[in-house]
């Protein structure tokens, strides 16, 4: 199912490739089933209404599909599209907050790396699973930024529990992402949901 080249007729209407995706959407290769994760969220790119529906009328409690829903819905979960969370059993208007929400070294140069730590409350009563990403706005030419969420972990929590948890990004240039000096903000998100802030100075 990997291409190297888009067919236009296909990004315009994905419909013709549903019989594949339903044949293999339990298939027990790890790599067919990353190849059809890959297919959908390209798809969700342009026709994300039709990526849903497909996924929502599959046997979530099947495994396989399972990983192919989390794979596939990864870029609209990232956006915070609700519907997507809902089929990833994110919790509706989760109540979690975020305390200790601290970035270390507040100050780094390229090719090193900064360390996230905070504690996630669960303020409601009963059990919610919740998605938690992270985005970095960085700083382009010209004082613009430019704004990439990364997976961080999807939690499940008691009512009233709380977890303590840190995560480390390497901070460095990449074929597709030149880095410049200066603040950069990170955003800390639960659900799609901006719930924690912070930043650091990358020096020259």
């Known amino acids: 199912m990997p291409w190297s080249f888009h067919i236009e007729p296909l990004i ?9 995706l339903e044949a293999l959407k339990a298939d027990s290769s790890r790599y067919v089933r990353k ?5 959908l969220n390209d798809i969700t790119k342009d026709n994300p209404g039709w990526a849903l529906d497909r996924i929502r009328g599959w046997p979530r409690e099947n495994p396989h ?6 794979h596939a819905l990864r870029s609209l979960v990232k956006a915070g599209n609700e519907d997507a969370l809902a089929l990833v059993g994110a919790t509706d208007g989760a109540a979690v907050r975020i305390d200790d929400f601290a970035i270390s070294p507040r100050k780094i140069s390229i090719g090193e790396v ?11 009563d009963a ?9 970095i706005l960085y700083v382009r030419k010209n004082d613009r930024t430019s704004r990439k969420v990364f997976k961080l972990k999807t ?13 480390r990004q390497r901070i460095e240039n990449l074929s597709v992402r030149a880095l410049y000096p200066g603040r950069h903000d ?14 650091f100075e990358l020096e020259p």
């Open 12 to 20: 315009r209407d994905p419909s013709p490739t549903a019989p594949i």
């Open 35 to 39: 190849s059809v994760a890959n297919h």
């Open 65 to 70: 599909v399972q990983w192919i829903a989390r």
């Open 114 to 124: 900064v360390t996230l730590s905070f504690r996630a409350i669960s303020e409601g």
């Open 127 to 135: 059990r919610q699973t919740i998605v938690l990403d992270y985005a």
């Open 155 to 167: 939690l499940s929590l008691d009512g009233r529990e709380h977890v303590r948890l840190s995560h």
């Open 186 to 199: 990170i955003e800390l998100l639960a659900n799609g949901r901006v719930v924690g802030r912070g930043s």
